[in-house]
């Protein structure tokens, strides 16, 4: 019972995140940058400034579907955010390009987490069959579920990677922005709540991920 109270405040929270952060980036798109920058021109001359030469900067549709890829060497910025000379887009764009600086650099974390996505694409894709069909024939073979479980496990382990990896890159991009003066007294606090917003994202799936995975634990145990 305990647990299934954890997942829907989990999902409850998650929700509300999603809110706050979608309000917060309008809000702050409303607002300029003192730098005047671009998005784009502010990732360009990031990577600039970081001696990065081999990265790309491409614009893409959506909204919030801003990433950097490590294996074309892309950092992909939604429109507004690519065109945009607002907070919230000299925000965004700083933090993505934060993650190919990390790629550049080896930081630790995103050296795991990359490692770790051929295993993890994997347990995504067949996780769900495994413990629907390890619960359905838990008194048949017990084993498979412990196996789903396993393979669950593996994607609640590359959430909690991904935390050091975001929060660093948000860290590296305001750090950034302030000294290159893109940002100033007034607008860097706007800067730092977008980002903490969207931090909190991945902190709330994790802990739901976590919530999860010791939910299908408790079920195998109590079919010993």
């Known amino acids: 019972m305990s647990i299934w109270i954890i997942l829907i405040a989990v999902m409850v929270l998650s929700f509300i995140i999603q809110r706050v952060l979608q309000r917060k980036f309008n809000k702050y798109s409303e607002v300029p940058s003192p730098g005047g920058l671009t998005g784009a021109e502010v990732a360009r001359l990031m990577l600039e400034r970081n001696g990065i030469h ?11 579907t801003d990433h950097y890829n490590p294996e074309d060497a892309t950092i992909n910025l939604s ?13 965004v764009a700083a933090h993505e390009t934060g993650h190919a600086i990390q790629h550049a650099k080896g930081y630790g974390p995103l050296r795991l987490r990359t490692a770790l996505v051929p295993v993890v694409t994997f347990a995504n894709n067949t996780v769900q069959w495994v413990l629907l069909l390890g619960v359905i024939l838990i008194n048949l073979t017990p084993a498979l579920l412990w196996a789903g479980i396993a393979l669950f496990a593996m994607t609640t382990f590359f959430s909690f990677v991904t935390l050091p990896v975001e929060i660093n890159a948000s860290s590296r991009a305001v750090e950034w922005l302030t000294s290159e003066g893109v940002l100033d007294a007034q607008t860097r606090p706007m800067a730092v709540d ?11 799936a994790a802990i739901g991920s976590l919530a999860t995975l010791l939910y299908y634990i408790a079920v195998a145990n109590s079919r010993r």
């Open 54 to 64: 081999d990265v790309e900067v491409i614009s893409i549709d959506g909204k919030l």
């Open 79 to 91: 429109r507004d955010v690519y065109a945009g000379r607002s907070v919230a887009a000299c925000a």
């Open 194 to 204: 977008a980002l903490k917003w969207a931090a909190y994202t991945y902190v709330i």
